[in-house]
């Protein structure tokens, strides 16, 4: 059932989640006045509204992708009053800058989660618990299968993988989402084995978090000018998009292998013609999902995207009160993104 009220908190509008006390909008999808922003994803982050609020280290990706907008920033916890609602934004894990937004009015406390995961991966400000009355919750991954290793022992199978590719001349073909995902993987590899070729569109984002002051593993951006025999035994890391494009047909002999929640499901891999599979996402498994409901004390649950009526039924069954939202809000696609800065 989707979840709709003209008398709520907030509320499942046409063109996003509304405060209508504040009439301010959280992650919308048409363009409005205010546009309050979790982080800097092409689902959540949209081109064409007025003014927009977002972390101070979200922020500047966000300008990047969208180009002239009209951004104020606020920095993780702090409160702001806009017409008796109190705002604040918390870390969710998710992605640099990525934000819970903490929405409160006469005592009534509501959670606006976005996309988050627990795991701390070193670059992401780490996840942060928000007591709440309603918590509103994605369930990309909202199954048992999904269950996620430790990062620390994904690294290890990819830097395995670079390494007998390397050993056998191969080039090691790797893609995550260009934004968060690239990242991450890039403060995971073990650069001993060899150099990092990037595609642009990941490139271009890791200047802007460099430019933010954070350290990255040196990279080298993907020319016409290197020769195509410069890159076998080293690694390239690209966005999803660049799978069997023309693109990618410059690197010879080639080992393909893509990172993403999604390599659960063996179809996927074959899917995409991958050699391996690696299960790595952004965004809570099954049981961390769990621990996160749990754990804000929220009586009542929404659920906005993933899956959404199956994971509902489940809450319900808990004795909870839950609810599926139609939101336009993605999760995590084998595809990607899509962006136009993004197309190989």
Avoid at 23 to 36: E, H, N, R, S
Avoid at 276 to 303: C, M, P, Q, Y
Wanted: hydrophobic content about 35%; aromatic content about 10%.
């Amino acid at each position: 059932m989707d979840y709709k009220s003209s008398n709520e908190l907030l509320q499942f509008t046409p063109k996003g989640i509304w405060c209508k006390q504040a009439d301010v909008y959280i992650d919308p999808w048409k363009p409005v006045k205010k546009a309050l922003i979790t982080h800097g994803h092409a689902d959540h982050s949209r081109y064409g509204h007025a003014a927009y609020l977002a972390t101070e280290t979200a922020a500047p990706v966000i300008k990047y992708r969208l180009g002239d907008i009209n951004i104020d920033t606020i920095p993780f916890g702090k409160k702001i009053n806009i017409n008796g609602v109190h705002f604040s934004f918390h870390p969710a894990g998710h992605i640099l800058g990525s934000a819970q937004i903490r929405v409160e009015y006469k005592g009534e406390i509501w959670v606006a989660s976005g996309d988050y995961k627990l795991e701390d991966d070193g670059l992401a400000e780490p996840f942060e618990s928000i007591k709440c009355h309603t918590f509103i919750t994605e369930s990309t991954f909202g199954l048992p299968v999904f269950n996620w290793r430790p990062q620390t022992e994904i690294f290890a199978d990819i830097n395995e993988w670079w390494r007998n590719n390397a050993a056998a001349g191969k080039v090691s073909f790797i893609t995550g989402y260009s934004l968060g995902k690239a990242q991450r993987i890039l403060q995971g590899l073990d650069t001993s084995i060899g150099k990092v070729y990037t595609h642009g569109a990941v490139e271009n984002i890791n200047e802007v978090v460099r430019n933010q002051g954070i350290k990255l593993p040196e990279t080298i951006r993907v020319t016409k000018e290197i020769s195509p025999k410069d890159y076998p035994t080293n690694l390239v890391l690209a966005p999803p998009g660049a799978l069997n494009s023309a693109w990618m047909k410059k690197f010879k002999p080639i080992s393909i292998g893509i990172a993403s929640g999604w390599m659960t499901m063996r179809g996927a891999r074959r899917r995409k013609a991958a050699e391996r599979g690696f299960v790595l996402s952004d965004h809570v498994d099954w049981k961390d999902l769990n621990r996160a409901v749990k754990e804000t004390g929220a009586e009542r649950v929404i659920v906005t995207h993933g899956y959404t009526s199956i994971y509902t039924q489940y809450l319900q069954e808990k004795g909870l009160m839950a609810q599926a939202a139609e939101t336009e809000f993605t999760g995590e696609s084998i595809d990607g993104e899509v962006d136009k800065k993004e197309i190989a």
